[in-house]
């Protein structure tokens, strides 16, 4: 479980294709000590487990599942990436709960500036709409991030200088691909609800409930 509160970057030093997996070598570009063997780390966002580790880098092996949902397999040696430990119990949640389990492939569409700021417009696939809500939380390349505003296809954030100077983000251009995880919470209520929520055939929710059922009784 990570928080998506980036420690800061890391630099691919290499990549050893083995069929459709890969394994990564990564140098962290901060102090990052004590690497464990096991261990997990966020990598843009995708939980890896650490296979061999020295002073300051370490190797993971990406399976093609990983691959196939992420952005992983587009890294190049000298990329850089975001990267976060897993969290420990007792400290601080500044973030968002994240699990590192990347949902999908969300695409740059824009970059405008906003007074130091910026806010960047990004696409993602039509189906994780439900997750996303202004003002919830999203994980964007392992970043915890606040949602400004939101459609049925978008969502548009704004970064502070401080997050451009410590993440990837700063690299960011329309075309980018950045891995997406929506909120952990929400896919679990809305997991639940879904039997409810169903629709019968003329339309109406099959139970009867509804949203604004659930708002007229105060959730």
């Not at 650490?50 to 993971?60: K, L, N, R």
């Not at 850089?80 to 500044?94: H, K, M, T, Y």
């Not at 939101?150 to 401080?162: E, H, K, R, S």
């Amino acid at each position: 479980m990570f928080t998506g509160l980036v420690m800061g970057r890391g630099r691919v030093e290499s990549l050893e294709p083995r069929g459709g997996e890969t394994r990564l070598r990564i140098r962290a570009l901060f102090d990052l000590p004590a690497i464990v063997l096991g261990e997990s780390i966020a990598v843009n966002g995708a939980c890896l487990t650490v296979e061999s580790a020295g002073p300051g880098w370490f190797t993971a092996y990406a399976s093609g599942e990983t691959l196939s949902r992420t952005s992983l397999g587009a890294l190049r040696a000298g990329s850089q990436v975001n990267l976060e430990r897993a969290l420990a119990l007792g400290e601080r949640l500044g973030g968002h709960l994240v699990s590192g389990h990347v949902d999908c492939l969300a695409v740059v569409a824009r970059v405008e500036p906003a007074g130091e700021s910026r806010v960047y417009t990004l696409n993602f696939p039509a189906e994780q709409a439900p997750y996303v809500v202004a003002k919830g939380s999203v994980a964007l390349d392992g970043v915890s991030l606040t949602v400004n505003a939101c459609g049925p296809d978008f969502l548009a954030v704004n970064i502070i200088p401080a997050t451009q100077k410590e993440t990837t983000i700063s690299g960011w251009t329309p075309g980018t691909k950045v891995n997406m995880e929506t909120d952990l919470i929400g896919k679990y209520v809305r997991n639940m609800l879904g039997p409810w929520l169903e629709q019968a055939a003329d339309g109406k929710p099959a139970s009867g409930l509804s949203l604004d059922f659930l708002r007229e009784n105060g959730f």
